[in-house]
């Protein structure tokens, strides 16, 4: 069966994931997944919709100049997303965009209109998520279909459907973990001997920071990953501000460095356990951590998350955390796994 896409936003993580369609798509498709980019908009390249599937090569060749899709076949230079959504005709919408740190939007009502005019909505974009998951669920369900979120934490690494379909029936009473690519690759290379500022250049260069760093730096990307696993897998109702948050910029260089010295590491960890009360506890911050630590080893652009758990006790899933190519699989990852 055909399952036609609309992608909003193509910056790294959509441009890539267009480029793992362009590549592999003949695989996928022997495997009987056909997917079939029909409709792409973005606020710097403009739009292209072509009802028979948009020619992956020569869009996956665009520029980056502004109004770089008008030489597309079907392309022009406006970008008005709600538009596209209803003109698509597409049965998926991959999330792409933006997302403020105080409601979540633009991404937030793209989501929300995608799910309204009854298509999926697969999202690698934490907003959504962190600001109204319950909400954007309960519309998916309303109409029959799924929203989907693998790439908010930890990139194409398997958390959020390992959490609730491989630990399903299995209550999860808290987490602990390294949940910031940018921060845990910037202290690393602190250790190394690099300055703060040059290790955060790197970070921008390999494509794992931020629009804007300070959310990697200050520990608010944690804060909304935090939020993300304490609501759509502990069943909690936090928002972001609710996760009490401090970032590796609160430490200097000389402290990072002395502690490698005495064996230790700091890490920027992410946090949330389920109080006797009910109510979930959920904190960022950065911590000395000893050898002996499961989250000591975790390094470069690498995260990790352990899953305390009523019935297997811990279980931890470690990864890539952070990067283009790595972000755009969980984008095909949830294709796959839509019904
Ligand atoms: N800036 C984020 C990180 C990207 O470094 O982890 C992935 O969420």
């Given at each position: 069966?055909?399952i036609?896409l609309a992608?909003?936003?193509?910056?790294?993580?959509?441009?890539?994931?267009?480029?793992?369609l362009?590549?592999?798509g003949?695989?996928?498709?022997?495997k009987?997944?056909?997917?079939?980019?029909?409709?792409v908009?973005?606020?710097?390249?403009?739009?292209v919709?072509?009802?028979g599937?948009?020619?992956l090569?020569?869009?996956t060749?665009?520029?980056?100049?502004?109004g770089?899709?008008a030489?597309l076949?079907g392309?022009?230079?406006?970008?008005?997303?709600?538009?596209?959504?209803?003109?698509?005709?597409?049965?998926?919408?991959?999330e792409?965009?933006?997302?403020?740190?105080?409601?979540?939007?633009?991404?937030l009502?793209?989501?929300?209109?995608?799910?309204?005019?009854?298509?999926?909505v697969?999202t690698?974009?934490?907003?959504?998520?962190?600001?109204a998951?319950?909400?954007?669920?309960?519309?998916?369900?309303?109409?029959?279909r799924?929203?989907?979120?693998?790439?908010?934490?930890?990139?194409?690494?398997?958390?959020?459907r390992?959490?609730?379909?491989?630990?399903?029936?299995?209550p999860?009473?808290?987490?602990?973990?390294?949940?910031?690519?940018?921060a845990?690759?910037v202290?690393?290379r602190i250790?190394?001997?690099?300055?703060?500022?040059?290790?955060?250049?790197?970070?921008?260069?390999?494509?794992?920071?931020?629009?804007?760093p300070d959310?990697?730096?200050k520990?608010?990307?944690?804060?909304?990953?935090?939020t993300?696993?304490?609501?759509?897998?502990m069943?909690?109702?936090l928002?972001?501000?609710?996760?009490?948050?401090?970032g590796?910029?609160?430490l200097?260089?000389?402290?990072?460095?002395?502690?490698?010295?005495e064996?230790?590491?700091?890490?920027l960890?992410?946090?949330?356990?389920?109080?006797?009360?009910?109510?979930?506890?959920a904190?960022v911050?950065?911590?000395l951590?000893?050898?002996d630590?499961?989250?000591?080893?975790?390094?470069?652009a690498?995260?990790?998350?352990?899953?305390h758990t009523?019935l297997?006790?811990?279980v931890t899933v470690?990864?890539?955390?952070a990067g283009k190519?790595?972000?755009?699989?969980?984008?095909l990852?949830d294709?796959?796994s839509?019904?």
């Amino acid at each position: 069966m055909e399952i036609r896409l609309a992608l909003i936003g193509f910056g790294g993580v959509n441009r890539a994931f267009a480029e793992i369609l362009r590549d592999r798509g003949p695989d996928l498709a022997a495997k009987g997944h056909h997917f079939k980019i029909c409709a792409v908009c973005d606020q710097r390249f403009g739009e292209v919709v072509v009802q028979g599937g948009v020619d992956l090569c020569r869009l996956t060749e665009t520029t980056s100049d502004p109004g770089a899709f008008a030489s597309l076949v079907g392309g022009g230079t406006s970008c008005d997303v709600f538009s596209i959504l209803a003109r698509s005709g597409a049965d998926v919408a991959v999330e792409a965009t933006y997302s403020n740190r105080v409601d979540g939007e633009p991404a937030l009502s793209h989501c929300r209109a995608a799910l309204e005019l009854g298509m999926h909505v697969v999202t690698t974009n934490k907003g959504p998520v962190g600001f109204a998951g319950h909400e954007l669920t309960a519309i998916a369900a309303k109409h029959n279909r799924s929203f989907r979120f693998e790439g908010t934490v930890m990139s194409g690494t398997p958390v959020i459907r390992l959490a609730n379909q491989c630990l399903a029936g299995n209550p999860i009473t808290g987490f602990r973990g390294v949940l910031n690519g940018t921060a845990n690759y910037v202290l690393g290379r602190i250790e190394d001997g690099l300055s703060m500022s040059a290790s955060i250049a790197e970070a921008q260069a390999l494509g794992y920071a931020e629009a804007n760093p300070d959310a990697d730096l200050k520990g608010w990307d944690v804060a909304l990953k935090v939020t993300i696993l304490a609501n759509m897998v502990m069943g909690g109702s936090l928002v972001p501000e609710n996760v009490a948050c401090a970032g590796i910029d609160e430490l200097t260089e000389d402290k990072i460095r002395n502690a490698i010295h005495e064996g230790l590491r700091w890490k920027l960890v992410g946090e949330a356990n389920r109080s006797p009360d009910g109510t979930i506890i959920a904190s960022v911050s950065p911590q000395l951590l000893p050898t002996d630590d499961p989250l000591y080893g975790v390094s470069g652009a690498a995260n990790a998350v352990t899953f305390h758990t009523e019935l297997l006790s811990a279980v931890t899933v470690s990864g890539p955390g952070a990067g283009k190519v790595e972000t755009a699989y969980a984008i095909l990852s949830d294709l796959l796994s839509l019904k």
